[in-house]
């Protein structure tokens, strides 16, 4: 029997992100984990391996794919196989920390309603910018996931290490899939993500920018089921 799937979502994104694959996947036990209760890497993992299957092949996207690999450095051996899908294996650069910290202010002093729509023209390829349609899905999730979630979120990402001395270590089959107009986690990215971990695989989604399973739907699904169903 194949191993249950646990999707981690990526920063605001809820169970929505990974929709058209629960579907195609449903011949299988599937979890999606909670990553909005804590401030920390760590303790967001720590957290969903408490609540994970045994053992089980792990998909995850963008800081979802921050805390798989806090997940691979802890419990390994419950990882049959896994998949990072639009990451970074990076810390957070000076820049990065500041955008963050501005939008934590924002969110704080002038309420949360602007930040989905500040982010969302980076989240999606080029194309997409005016797709009020993934426009509406993308902001609904932000909107589920909420200002004090947010919050934290954003906390656990400034703070987060640089899991490239690590990565070597990965023994699972891994895939890294990355859409080719992804602009907060670019191809090169991932490329340096495949390059450290032996035996991955990197998959690169044609037009498909950060949310590339909302995005692009039928073929990251495909690249996964193959992925998964392989011995």
């Known amino acids: 029997m194949s191993d249950p799937i646990l999707f981690v979502p990526g920063l605001l994104c809820t169970e929505a992100l990974y929709a058209?694959?629960?579907?195609?996947?449903?011949?299988?036990?599937?979890?999606?984990?909670?990553?909005?209760?804590?401030d920390s890497i760590k303790a967001i993992a720590a957290s969903i391996l408490e609540k994970a299957p045994e053992r089980f092949s792990l998909i995850a996207l963008s800081m979802g794919g921050y805390v798989?690999?806090?997940i691979m450095r802890e419990a390994p051996e419950r990882v049959g196989k896994l998949a990072l899908l639009d990451t970074n294996s990076r810390p957070d650069t000076p820049d990065q920390s500041e955008r963050?910290?501005?939008l934590i202010d924002l969110t704080r002093k002038k309420g949360f309603s602007k930040v989905p729509h500040l982010l969302y023209p980076g989240f999606v390829h080029e194309k997409r910018e005016e797709d009020e349609e993934l426009k509406a899905i993308v902001?609904?999730?932000a909107q589920e996931t909420?200002?004090?979630?947010?919050?934290r979120q954003q906390t656990a990402l400034?703070?987060?290490i640089d899991s490239r001395p690590r990565l070597g270590e990965i023994t699972c089959q891994t895939l890294v899939l990355v859409g080719d107009g992804d602009r907060l986690t670019p191809v090169e990215i991932s490329q340096e993500i495949h390059d450290h971990i032996p035996q991955s695989e990197l998959a690169v989604i044609q037009g498909s920018g950060h949310l590339s399973p909302l995005e692009a739907p039928e073929k990251v699904t495909a690249t996964l089921r193959d992925?998964?169903?392989?011995?």
């Open 139 to 141: 902001v609904e999730m």
């Open 20 to 38: 058209p694959q629960i579907v195609a996947f449903a011949d299988r036990p599937i979890m999606v984990a909670n990553h909005r209760e804590h």
């Open 158 to 160: 400034i703070n987060r």
């Open 146 to 151: 909420g200002p004090e979630a947010f919050i």
């Open 227 to 231: 992925f998964l169903n392989r011995p």
């Open 68 to 70: 798989a690999m806090e």
């Open 100 to 102: 963050r910290q501005f």
